[in-house]
């Protein structure tokens, strides 16, 4: 059992069966086994060998659990994946994906994070964009044709508070802080995605695979 009360590995796993009914079951095994009452012949009280390993089989042949973990990928970017380790075949097996729901190859090496700290994390950041907001006396809508080089998509502005761009085209859309976007960049927004910075006053570039007659959304707002 777990600090929050559950008997599963964290709080963020999940299976092909009750979970609370998964462990029911299986305390019920290991009484019978030590109470003789689970098998034939039926030990006197005591668990035999034997009832041990066939308690230990009957968890091998049950349906396991599904773990994520959130992991930082320190050779790549420090981009933040999600670690998913499946248990239901009975040997681990361990695979990696983007926020994007895409397949991540880990450079390595990694670095667990912590739950509560990135909730954390995102809380301060909600809290310091609500406080930029809130002094923003300006706010401004453009619209940038899509490309298949860096393009500007906002200028550098020292009064930005937050700024919200919309992928409005049929292709993914790479997104960078500062000039000379590629696709390989770690802000990738899917089509008709939408990404909300609010801790950057720098110059912001985008670029797509193709000029594809779409268009970059952009809403800026700043203290004029």
Do not use: C
Not at 18 to 29: D, R, V
Not at 88 to 100: L, R
Not at 142 to 170: F, K, P, Q
């Amino acid at each position: 059992m777990n600090k929050n009360g559950s008997l599963g590995r964290n709080t963020n796993t999940g299976g092909n069966r009750s979970y609370e009914l998964y462990n029911l079951q299986l305390l019920n095994q290991i009484i019978e086994a030590v109470q003789g009452t689970g098998g034939s012949p039926a030990p006197a009280g005591v668990a035999t060998e034997a009832t041990l390993l066939s308690v230990l089989s009957a968890i091998s042949a049950s349906d396991q659990d599904i773990e994520i973990l959130l992991v930082r990928d320190t050779g790549d970017s420090d981009i933040v994946v999600q670690q998913i380790t499946n248990y239901e075949s009975g040997t681990p097996a361990v695979s990696y994906k983007k926020v994007d729901g895409t397949a991540h190859t880990v450079v390595g090496p990694l670095e667990y994070l912590d739950p509560a700290a990135v909730l954390n994390l995102l809380l301060t950041q909600s809290t310091l964009s609500n406080v930029k907001l809130s002094l923003a006396d300006t706010v401004t809508n453009t619209s940038v044709a899509a490309a298949a080089t860096s393009t500007v998509l906002l200028a550098a502005n020292v009064g930005r508070r937050t700024a919200i761009i919309r992928n409005d085209s049929t292709e993914i859309m790479a997104i960078r802080k500062a000039a000379g976007a590629a696709l390989t960049d770690a802000l990738i927004l899917q089509p008709q995605g939408i990404a909300v910075i609010s801790d950057a006053e720098t110059v912001i570039h985008g670029i797509w695979p193709t000029a594809n007659g779409g268009f970059a959304r952009i809403e800026e707002a700043y203290k004029a």
